[in-house]
């Protein structure tokens, strides 16, 4: 659901048009820190709260009391916890998330490291999930009152109670093992390599125009990226289905048939724009769950992201590693959301009369 802000400053022309996206965008910015600041307070209170010590694990069973001691101090364990949460959080506003406590690697350098495969896979996975969902929907409206119809409304039913987990599951028993027609398994093939440049495989491929690598990291993204677009375009399929089929009960849809206007004419023209909110308003609301999603789909698929990083951190506790990646993950969600409601803001005229 979109948030509700104060009003802008009323304007007209193009250059206070643009003041007034500014203004849309820093609002929505202010609005939104102290929701990430709460959601950084609740993951280093409930790491704190586990019964796990990080010093014993990193420790040898037989470690002295002075190495415990010097350890908890390095750590800065030792300190008042609302210190701890203040200093993490200023060092924080300036990307410097620590060291990882299991090998002492930066952790702003390992999640930069793996941020990349993520948001290729988001960002394929929401274009497909987006444009298949869309595009199922307007056919199951397109042909309602008929038996395929029926058949689609089914089908979606039975796709959308299947979990992310399992939609993998099946890609990979089909096309993986079955058909072998695409490799299920880590970010390239073995024998490939790309050199680094930006950390996006594909995007490096191509400037150094390495098409055998390309080949390789489009061919290995496929399989996860449809079951991310599966899990997205299934809810997407239904809602536009139900808002196309409230919208064609509008007077506006009644007065463009009776003058004649062709069926698929007014679909696309007039009936879809206004039937895009509500689809467009779940796609945010959806953010976190599919976001969330990326966890499992890569821990599966063997892909180096932020979601197979923040598994390995939780197998061993890292507690800097974990509230990192919990703010990143805070953040790529609230970018996600902040997207939406500025699509909406565009589609729907009436808030911008509001702001």
Partial sequence: ????????????????????????????????????????????????AIPVDPVTMLLPPGASQDDIDALTAQLGLDRNLAVQFLIWLKDAFTLDFGTSIQNGSAVSAMVADALPMTIQLLVCGFIGGIAL??????????????????????????????????????????FGVTLQWLPFLGPVGANISIEHITGFLMLDSLLTANW???????????????????????????????????????????????????????LLHHALRNASLPTVSLVGVQASVIIGGTLLIESIFGLPGIGNLMIKAMRSFDMQVIQALALTYAV??????????????????RLRIQS
């Fill in 1 to 48: 659901m979109s948030a509700v802000y104060p009003p802008a400053p009323a304007s007209t022309g193009a250059v206070p048009r643009l003041m007034q996206q500014v203004w849309l965008l820093a609002r929505q910015v202010l609005w939104r820190l102290p929701m990430l600041v709460m959601v950084s307070l609740i993951v280093f209170i409930i790491l704190r």
């Fill in 133 to 174: 969902g869309l595009a199922l929907g307007l056919l199951t409206f397109r042909y309602r009152g008929t038996r395929l119809e029926k058949i689609l409304l089914a089908s979606n039913g039975v796709m959308i109670a299947i979990p992310d987990y399992l939609w993998a599951i099946i890609l990979i028993v089909i």
């Fill in 212 to 266: 055998e690598g390309f080949a390789s990291a489009f061919s290995h993204l496929v399989l996860p990226s449809l079951t991310l677009s599966l899990v997205v375009a299934t809810p997407i399929a239904r809602m536009a289905y139900s808002s196309l089929s409230e919208v064609y009960r509008e007077d506006y849809i009644h007065a463009a048939q009776l003058r004649g206007l062709s069926h698929n004419r007014i």
């Fill in 332 to 349: 790529t969600v609230q970018l996600v959301n902040m997207a939406t409601d500025f699509a909406l803001y565009k589609l729907n005229p």
